[in-house]
């Protein structure tokens, strides 16, 4: 079973900029699609990006379009999720998922492996 460890997050203030990393322990991580997800407090999870396998295809929430970034470095396992011009409202736990497969999806229930969280909080 694919294992995921997220890191990268902490308190930052608006305007502010994090960068979160997913390392996956499946070897064939390249052969799936990865995605990042969030939830506030009190929210419900919400889909933030997501990319195919290759990199080359990427999808976005309409709320991050243009200030998140996700890649992924096939050779490190890893998943980015570059954060730019946060604000208030994306303070969240946020979740990197694994989804079989090599195209993208927005719904959460097409990811089967979750990671364990990590915390960004945007406050001044």
């Known amino acids: 079973q694919v294992q995921l460890v997220e890191s990268g997050g902490g308190l930052v203030q608006p305007g502010g900029s994090l960068r979160l990393s997913c390392v996956a322990s499946e070897r064939t991580f390249s052969t799936y699609a990865m995605g990042w997800f969030r939830q506030a407090p009190g929210k419900e999870r919400q889909f933030v990006a997501t990319?195919?396998?290759?990199?080359?295809?990427?999808a976005y929430a309409d709320s991050v379009q243009g200030r998140f970034t996700i890649s992924r470095d096939n050779a490190k396992k890893t998943v980015y999720l570059q954060l730019n011009s946060l604000k208030p409202e994306d303070t969240a736990v946020y979740y990197c998922?694994?989804?079989?497969?090599?195209?993208?999806?927005?719904?959460?229930?097409?990811?089967?492996?979750w990671g364990q969280g990590t915390q960004v909080t945007v406050a001044s």
């Open positions: 990319v195919n396998w290759s990199g080359r295809s990427t």
């Open positions: 998922a694994v989804k079989p497969g090599i195209g993208i999806a927005t719904a959460d229930d097409e990811y089967v492996r």
